[in-house]
């Protein structure tokens, strides 16, 4: 354990991240570099968690060493923290490990009280400037660390520029700030109860122990939650001189990464605003200008900017996102990181750094996050449909999202929980919102540019998002929102005023919309109305659109197939279709791992038959139903092997209880009431008393799987010779078929001896010795009962493959049933920690994967060829794969879509074990 608390930015250096934090490391390489960075210093992550385990305590040792680091910044800059002639003003600034942007707390222009804030107004000569910053420290202060409510201030400004008859910050005065400044300290002491502080120290201590403090703030926890950051790295707190853009018309502030965003395009992309301090930027309360203007405004400071963009560049092989200020036209940069990014950005810039030599192809496969590959798949709107746009703002986050209009994240959460697909609309997001960004399906603010808050946590989780879209006027209290300009006349026409909160609408309409016609027209938005987003262009559009499928990228298939060349691990698919299984083979399965033949039986068509043969009362009418239900089985799975010509497909033999099959007890005798026919009623009857029959207290632990083929062999019987049958008929066509039959839920040897055993003299009926020789069909079983697991070694001995079903296993080994579990207590318990994650979505490594290590070493041991691999929805989970890959499995087995990720995870597991092939150093700047 390090002794110091508190490092110098040029004591520092990137290899310290875990100590400094993100922002705190590189702000070390920047100042070893020579970029012009504001000096200052960095208290510990551990010294943060040090706060914690001492319950919120702050250690006088501690404060003596920031008290020590703080006198040597005095002496570097020449001023003095709460000096009445040339006052130090510093920030006080959040900076975990990983990066979490908008996360945590902030606080400016810490120093200034009412005797300070007289001087920097004598010293610059601008009481303007002066009484800015001092009412901007006051609502910080307020907020971050005292706990008010920002509309506390943000009431109060607005009332003060409709007294004064402005409408922007920049317009007042001096002395209204000054006003404001009375007004707020006022607000504070009645508000919380005790005064703004006139003690500058006492300021200071405050502000690192209220940062320390959010690091555990709501918004941040749900953040770590979604990206499974660790609750135990803490937060570095940087404090560091001001630099100041709101001096006046010579000065700026801004954003810029170092390639757009959005598009992976090389070139600066950000923006900026005049006169102003970073939060306005990335707060989103003012609606920037594209960084090429600053070329036109401040031409030197753009060629210095676009320099160290360029070199910084190269000294992280990565695109940076980069905060600057301008003071007086000279440049400081405050803060550099790894840029976030959409999806086939990212994808671009990986590749566009392997061929511009900067990274090797291992380092753009590590690099790839698998959140972005599900934006991919992210759908856009068919533009066939004739798209008219109600308004239309900043592309912040591409995608196209449809959902409800709500005015709120507590509401965006209340209706997602319940079903419905929401959009969050907001004049802008703040980090408190956070829940409510994660519950819906895309974000629309009135406010903000494409570096605000909104924009940046949106691109982050996959989100479509607008922001900046003026012609809004939202109004949250009334729920509501209208659009300057309305529509037009033709669609404004066809609108009917509904009453809003979910009444039904159709595409091209909302429900509760309502427009007039006519010049200056506003289209109003009620809550519960219907909105598509389109993220990629900024337009918002009344109405449920069509949406289209995506299209993998040259650069996705390009990471793909260097991700190929890495892993070890074989991705197969679960899919039951011939549609499914093309669709797999096109997003590169190797195989089928999973195909669930009673999905097979649900179509209307089949479905009958098959409740036919459950409800016969004689042997001759089951095998009726079954010699009708044969062809239909043989039929999918010829289009399922001509799919996979050459490739493995695994067909796991009936798995659920036959009442899954029969309507409810209720509804059949519903049914019966309702009819007089006599025919119908004979069959409802028939129906209702199979129904009885089956009835089972538990049936996830009743007659299904294997015991269900126990008992009517009949069944499995008839779906062996679909299989055989059709093996034979396409091997004629030309097809390479590679069979394989699973039985579902073994729990003893025996049970997959004897159904292995029928299943061999169905093949041996039906196939020549040649065809069983030249593609022998490969028989073996789903391990998801923990007694197969422990027994392993027995089963082995009558399989020839280990098909591991975690989504039962883990029910069956937490004793938890999935969907009481996840509807009651699940995410409770992973809040509280009294689970690291939701043990359905991320396997549980300590419990089920030591049952399924344990398993396969055994089972190996036995049959040394024995093919092993998970087949549950764990496949697509990249902890779960790594999982996988370390334990020596063959392959993982995930939904289509899936696939994609699963090949990336399975490269990244390799290179997670050798984390260093390929890398390249890092260059000097």
Known sequence: MAERKVYFFEEGHFGMKNLLGGKGANLAEMTAAGVPVPPGFTVTTEACM????????????????????????????????????????????????????????????????????????????????????????????????????????????????????????????????????????????????????????????LAVEAVFRSWNNQRARIYRGINRISDLQGTAVTIQQMAFGNKGDDCGTGVVFTRNPSTGEPGLYGEFLVNAQGEDVVAGVRTPRPIAELQNIMPEVYDELETWCSKLEMRYGDMQDIEFTVEHNKLFLLQTRGGKRNAQAALRIAVDLVREGRISREEAVRRVELPHLEQLLHRGIDESAGAQPLASGLPASPGAAIGMAVFDADTAESWSREGRPVILIRPETTPDDIHGVLAAEGILTSRGGMTSHAAVVARGMGKPAICGCEALEVDVDARCMSVRGGIGTGVAASLSVGTGAGAGAGAGAGAGAAAASGKGTSTFIREGDWLTLDGSTGRVILGQMPLREPV??????????????????????????????????????????????????????????????????????????????????????????????????????????????????????????????????????????????????????????????????????????????????????????????????????????????????????????????????????????????????????????????????????????????????????????????????????????QLIQMAAENGRAVRPDLKTGICGEHGGDRESIFFCHAIGLDYVSCSPYRIPMARIAAAQAVLEADPLPGRKEAVPV
């Open 50 to 205: 040090d706060y914690f385990r001492d319950g919120e305590v702050f250690s006088e040792e501690l404060w003596a060493s920031i008290q020590e680091a703080l006198s040597r910044l005095e002496e570097k800059t020449g001023q003095r923290l709460g000096d009445r002639v040339d006052p130090l003003l510093v920030s006080v600034r959040s900076g975990a490990v990983a990066s979490m942007p908008g996360m945590m707390d902030t606080i400016l222009n810490l120093g200034l009280n009412d005797e300070t804030v007289e001087a920097l107004a004598a010293q610059t000569g601008d009481e303007r400037f002066a009484y800015d910053c001092y009412r901007r420290l006051i609502q910080m202060f307020g907020e971050v660390v005292l706990g008010l409510d920002s509309w506390r201030f943000e009431r109060l400004l607005e009332k003060l520029k409709h007294n004064h008859g402005c409408t922007e910050d920049q317009q007042l005065s001096g002395a209204a700030w000054q006003e404001l400044v009375q007004q707020y300290k006022n607000s504070v002491a009645a508000a919380a109860g005790r005064p703004f502080p006139q003690d500058v120290l006492e300021q200071l201590r």
């Open 552 to 849: 993998a990228s040259e650069e996705l298939l390009k990471v793909l197939r260097w991700a190929d060349e890495i892993r070890r691990l074989a991705v197969y698919a679960n899919a039951d279709t011939p549609e499914d299984a093309r669709t797999a083979r096109s997003l590169g399965a190797q195989g089928i791992g999973l195909c669930r033949t009673e999905h097979m039986f649900f179509a209307p068509e089949r479905l009958v038959v098959m409740q036919q043969m459950i409800a016969a009362e004689t042997e001759l009418e089951r095998e009726n139903a079954l010699a009708e239900l044969l062809p239909m089985q043989q039929q999918d799975f010829e289009g399922i092997f001509e799919a996979m010509d050459g490739l493995p497909v695994t067909i796991r033999l009936l798995d659920p209880p036959l009442h899954e099959f029969l309507p409810g007890r209720e509804e059949l005798q519903r049914k019966l009431d309702a009819t007089t026919e006599k025919a119908e009623r004979l069959h409802l009857q028939r129906l209702l008393r199979r129904s009885e029959a089956l009835r089972e207290t538990n049936p996830m632990l009743g007659q299904r799987g294997c015991r269900l083929g126990i008992m009517h062999p009949e069944i499995y019987r008839m779906q062996a010779e679909a299989v055989c049958r059709a093996v034979a008929a396409c091997a004629e066509r030309g097809v390479d078929v590679r069979a394989e039959i699973m039985i579902p839920l073994v729990g003893a040897a025996a049970e997959l001896g004897l159904l292995r055993a029928e299943v061999e003299e169905t093949a041996r009926r039906l196939l020549s010795a040649e065809q069983r020789e030249a593609r022998p069909i490969r028989i073996g079983t789903m391990i998801e009962v923990p007694r197969a697991a422990l027994t392993a070694g027995q089963i082995a001995v009558h399989a020839d493959f280990f098909s591991f079903g975690t989504n039962d296993l883990t029910q069956m080994t937490y004793g938890y049933s999935r969907d009481d579990a996840e509807g009651k207590f699940l995410a409770r318990y992973v809040e509280r920690k009294l689970l690291p994650s939701n043990p359905f979505q991320v396997l549980d490594t300590d419990g089920v994967g």
